[in-house]
């Protein structure tokens, strides 16, 4: 009799002290401390808040969902699997089934890396067409682009547009930790052109101290691109600082140019989370040359969004306008006092299919115009691409 007196009391004790911890008080608590943690990159201690909440109500999906969200963030693929294995046994409805399975996809298998750390070797090969693969617009991002906008428009007089199918190669490896290392490399043919295009890029991200909130980041990276008798080697160090929702980047760019004037530049860029799969940003650029040249100082300004309209759709469509702006005419013996400032509006979009956790294929269209007061400038293009991807 005792015994079971005991026993009761044992019961009544353990569940007053669960009703404590579930009390509203106590759950709003950790739903608080859930989103702090979140906010600053915490995945460890906001899975811990998380699954406080999910003992109090270990009947809501919403929280398993989150829960396997910070597990993958976390580098935790078992504990996401195995949340996974509890939404499917609780039948979760098929449009948020899709979403958790194609999240498990990308994260693949889990890396051979310390925790906390992320690796990834990428290989993609590339079939595509390009309307006026000769007006230099191909050359309008760079891999390693954490700043700025650099742009390739090395024109002259017997630039005339010319269409041609392409094939490229491209080598890429990433680690991330507390030191970031991009390295790669690529390689295109043009066909009609015969001529063969070669980038090499590295990039170097230290974290520095900040203010709590914020992250710090020292980058540092060097580009090098060769195409015929074109070649240049640019050199960037930058400044990025980021908070939960944005972005801001100061740099300084030497450019190294082997059929034109070096250069030096500095420039700024910004960039805002405006909602889920959606971002804005905007940049300044000033570029001097260190010997003469035609056209002398330049200024840039451009502005863009990226969007994935449809969360559980994976197509992203990217809009850009650039203006950039001339010190000088350009050749007063051609065109008089005439500036070459440009306009360059740019629109892309891709779609990727995941057919398994290593390699997927993506599907890229785009259209671009290039205005500018001499009409030599005035360019238009269109292009197509399909590029198989494969990634350990």
């Known amino acids: 009799m005792i015994i ?43 899975r811990e808040a998380l699954g406080k909440l999910s003992q109090c109500h270990p009947l809501r999906g919403d929280l398993r969902i989150e829960s396997l969200r910070l597990a993958l963030l976390d580098g935790d693929r078992q504990a996401a699997l195995e949340h996974r294995q509890w939404l499917r046994e609780n039948h979760i409805p098929p449009a948020l089934a899709r979403l958790v399975d194609t999240w498990l996809a990308a994260s693949g298998p889990a890396p051979l890396v310390a925790a906390g750390s992320r690796q990834e070797l990428g290989f993609l090969l590339t079939r595509g067409y390009d ?14 682009n954490f700043n700025g906008l650099p742009l390739d428009w090395n024109l002259d007089t017997a630039s005339q547009a010319r269409s041609s199918s392409y094939s490229a190669l491209n080598l890429n490896w990433q680690y991330q930790d507390e030191r970031n ?16 295009e070669f980038r090499l890029y590295a990039l170097l991200g230290q974290p520095l101290p900040c203010p709590s909130g914020l992250r710090c980041r020292l980058d540092a990276s060097v580009n090098g691109h060769r195409q015929e008798e074109q070649q240049r080697i640019q050199t960037q160090l930058g400044i990025t600082v ?7 980047s100061l740099y300084t760019r030497y450019n190294y140019e082997r059929t034109s004037a070096d250069s030096h530049s500095v420039g700024i860029q910004w960039l805002r989370s405006l909602a889920p ?31 994935r309209p449809w969360q559980n759709l994976p197509l992203e469509l990217q809009l850009m306008y650039l203006r950039e702006y001339e010190q000088s005419a350009y050749s007063p013996a051609f065109w008089g006092n005439k500036r070459r400032d440009r306009r360059l509006t740019r629109l892309n979009s891709q779609y990727t299919w995941r057919l398994n956790p290593h390699i997927s294929l993506k599907a890229s269209a785009g259209w671009r115009h290039t205005d500018s007061p ?19």
């Open 4 to 46: 079971r007196l005991l026993a009761c009391l044992t019961l009544l004790i353990a569940s007053s002290a669960q009703a404590i911890e579930c009390s509203p008080a106590k759950t709003d608590f950790w739903l608080q401390e859930a989103r702090h943690a979140n906010t600053n990159g915490n995945w460890s201690s906001a």
């Open 131 to 144: 309307s006026n693969a000769n007006d230099g617009s191909r050359h309008d991002s760079i891999l390693v």
């Open 181 to 196: 290392w991009h390295l790669g490399g690529s390689a295109r043919h043009y066909d009609n052109l015969q001529e063969t």
């Open 242 to 248: 980021s908070s939960q929702k944005q972005r801001v």
């Open 277 to 307: 799969g959606v971002v804005a940003y905007s940049g300044l650029e000033y570029d001097q040359p260190q010997e003469p040249r035609a056209g002398d100082d330049r200024y840039s300004i451009h502005v863009g969004t990226r969007a």
């Open 374 to 392: 001499i009409e030599l400038y005035q360019q238009d293009g269109w292009s197509t691409e399909l590029t198989l991807i494969g990634t350990l």
